[in-house]
């Protein structure tokens, strides 16, 4: 793969662009620094931070899934093998039956004019039924409890909430010199306050993989819950980066998985947040070769990805 030639203001405002370009991690990218970044004189002289960066190129991985593949049809071979054999079992099988058959039907006939057999299967009829009221009594308790979890705020509460959280954001971008237009929505399904930036060099806002974008969702989290008896949730995005994000971590977690799938070696992940973790494990839950775990402790909590053993 060729180098891709990236600007902005600094190194790493250009790392982040690079890996949102290229929906990868920066440990999977080779970055050369051209030039770093000048602030100049007032602004008079300044220069961009240029690097050339490429994903990472290991030669055991250009066959990947070509290997894969033919791990793959060996394995329908051998299964298609299995079925056949199993189905020539059977057909032995019920050719002794037949004969078997015939000398039992007689003692078998005597047997169904007695009545006892009658009572013996309505037995387990009615044990069968007894525990199905228990069990809608079950889902009624658990219907009421989430029917409790959900919280109605008026219209006031909400009004309140987007006063607190515009008022702090508005006072950090004045504090920064960055003209930021904020929009805010309530999700009532989600119970969710929604804040949405627009403007010019917005990966300030983001920082690297998205570290900045994340310490001011806690702050404004804090800001907005401080007045409120029920923990409403506060989500801050910018230029749709959380999606952008949730389609490299899981392109990320693919690439991943093959690695370990060939290597058959455990992969150690870079520390995360909770919910790039829980963005990991969703994306490898249905794998057939590789599972996810969690270990450490925050902030450098990290996944584990790791080969399943048969």
């Known amino acids: 793969m060729e180098f891709r030639e990236i600007t902005a203001k600094t190194v790493d405002e250009a790392i982040t662009k690079a890996c949102l370009e290229l929906e990868t991690s920066s440990d999977n990218l080779e970055i050369q620094v051209v030039r770093e970044g000048t602030s100049g004189f007032f602004g008079i002289g300044s220069k961009p931070a ?11 991985e250009f066959n990947i899934l070509e290997e894969l593949k ?11 093998e299995k079925k056949e054999a199993r189905k020539e079992a ?9 004969k078997k058959e015939v000398h039992r039907e007689p003692k078998k006939e005597p047997e169904r004019e007695n009545a006892k057999p009658q009572k013996k299967e309505k037995k387990p009829v009615q044990r069968e039924e007894a525990p199905k009221p228990q ?3 079950e889902v009624k308790r658990e219907e009421k409890k989430e ?14 909430m987007k006063k607190s959280a515009e008022e702090f954001l508005a006072k950090v971008f004045h504090a920064m010199d960055l003209p930021v ?8 399904e989600n119970d969710c306050l929604s804040v949405d930036f627009a403007g010019e060099d917005m990966g300030i806002l983001i920082g690297k993989r998205g570290q900045t974008l994340d310490s ?36 990320l977690a693919r690439n991943i998985a093959y690695k370990v799938r060939k290597t058959r070696k455990p992969v150690v992940l870079e520390p995360m947040n909770p919910y790039e973790r829980r963005i990991i494990h969703s994306a490898l839950q249905g794998n057939k070769y590789v599972e996810t775990y969690s ?16």
Do not use: C, M, W
């Open 50 to 60: 240029i690097i050339r960066v490429r994903r990472k190129v290991e030669e055991e």
């Open 70 to 80: 033919k791990e793959d049809l060996r394995k329908e071979s051998r299964r298609t």
């Open 90 to 98: 059977p057909r032995k099988e019920a050719k002794k039956e037949e």
């Open 135 to 137: 069990e809608v009594k």
């Open 147 to 160: 029917e409790k979890k959900q919280v109605v705020r008026t219209e006031e509460q909400i009004a309140a």
């Open 181 to 188: 237009n904020i929009t805010l929505e309530y999700e009532k």
């Open 216 to 251: 001011l969702q806690y702050l404004t989290s804090l800001v907005v819950n401080k007045d409120q008896q029920d923990y409403v949730r506060v989500k801050l995005d910018t230029e749709n980066y959380r999606s952008r994000r949730k389609d490299t971590l899981e392109n």
């Open 295 to 310: 270990e450490g402790t925050e902030p450098y909590r990290h996944v584990v990805v790791v080969y399943k053993k048969s």
